[in-house]
């Protein structure tokens, strides 16, 4: 599930960087490795795809590197309603570069990303985090300022956290954190559920005994400070 922060402003992304290329659907799931489901989908929640911007060491002057050569800006425009991670993960995995991506719907659009990593032999894509609705006519604030296209990449994301990183964290890192505490919530519910039902006094202590450890895990994972840092 998408995590939401609604403070986080739409860029003004660089005139330079234009790209403005529409691109068949079919290219993101002509290959076979996509389920009919997500196909399906995509026809129908998905209007158009249009590789708005790129951004590049020719188009911003900032140099790239082997893991972020360069950012991508995609807008998906929506058939009226929204679409789903699962359509925005399929063309992630589509194309070997970081994706921001912009979805609209009518006049409301919001900015949406997933940390990319672009080790071994595909890419990894982590949580989507996403701002809220915005109108889309709303005023644009300039890019963060960076050295490179890592860099601007993870200020980029990092915008779009609902969180605090750490100090010292990388937004990889971060991303992973929150995959955690996600899985970490769903076993605490899980254990919760279990307890509710089970008749056994002996049975309900040793859960009981799991849900305060589970608890005491997500307190660690969700923390800016953890307690290592005394």
């Given at each position: 599930?998408?995590?939401?922060?609604?403070?986080?402003?739409?860029?003004r992304w660089p005139a330079a960087a234009r790209f403005g290329r529409v691109v068949p659907k079919t290219k993101f799931?002509?290959?076979?490795?996509?389920?009919?489901?997500?196909?399906?989908?995509?026809?129908?929640?998905?209007?158009?795809?249009?590789?708005?911007?790129?951004?590049a060491e020719s188009t911003t002057r900032l140099k790239g590197t082997d893991a972020v050569p360069e950012i991508q800006?995609?807008?998906?425009?929506?058939?009226?309603?929204?679409?789903?991670?699962?359509?925005?993960?399929?063309?992630?995995?589509?194309?070997?570069?970081?994706?921001?991506?912009?979805?609209?719907?009518?006049?409301?659009?919001?900015?949406?990303?997933?940390?990319?990593?672009?080790?071994?032999?595909?890419?990894?894509?982590?949580?989507?985090?996403?701002?809220?609705?915005?109108?889309?006519?709303?005023?644009?604030?300039?890019?963060?300022?960076?050295?490179?296209?890592?860099?601007?990449?993870?200020?980029?994301?990092?915008?779009?956290?609902?969180?605090?990183?750490?100090?010292?964290?990388?937004?990889?890192?971060?991303?992973?954190?929150?995959?955690?505490?996600?899985?970490?919530?769903?076993?605490?519910?899980?254990?919760?559920?279990?307890?509710?039902?089970?008749?056994?006094?002996?049975?309900?202590v040793q859960l009981r005994h799991q849900l305060l450890e589970r608890s005491a895990e997500l307190d660690e994972l969700?923390?800016?400070?953890?307690?290592?840092?005394?």
């Amino acid at each position: 599930m998408t995590e939401e922060i609604k403070t986080t402003a739409l860029y003004r992304w660089p005139a330079a960087a234009r790209f403005g290329r529409v691109v068949p659907k079919t290219k993101f799931y002509e290959h076979g490795n996509v389920r009919a489901a997500i196909r399906e989908k995509f026809v129908d929640d998905i209007r158009r795809i249009t590789w708005a911007y790129k951004l590049a060491e020719s188009t911003t002057r900032l140099k790239g590197t082997d893991a972020v050569p360069e950012i991508q800006v995609f807008t998906v425009e929506t058939k009226g309603g929204d679409v789903g991670d699962d359509l925005l993960a399929a063309i992630d995995n589509s194309v070997h570069f970081p994706i921001i991506f912009e979805v609209s719907r009518g006049d409301e659009v919001r900015m949406v990303a997933a940390h990319k990593a672009l080790d071994g032999t595909g890419p990894k894509v982590g949580a989507y985090f996403t701002t809220a609705w915005l109108h889309a006519d709303a005023s644009r604030v300039t890019l963060p300022t960076a050295i490179d296209l890592p860099t601007l990449y993870e200020s980029l994301v990092t915008t779009l956290l609902p969180f605090a990183l750490r100090r010292g964290e990388s937004v990889s890192a971060a991303t992973g954190r929150m995959d955690r505490a996600h899985t970490v919530e769903r076993e605490i519910a899980r254990l919760e559920r279990r307890l509710r039902n089970e008749p056994q006094f002996n049975r309900k202590v040793q859960l009981r005994h799991q849900l305060l450890e589970r608890s005491a895990e997500l307190d660690e994972l969700t923390s800016v400070r953890p307690k290592t840092e005394g």
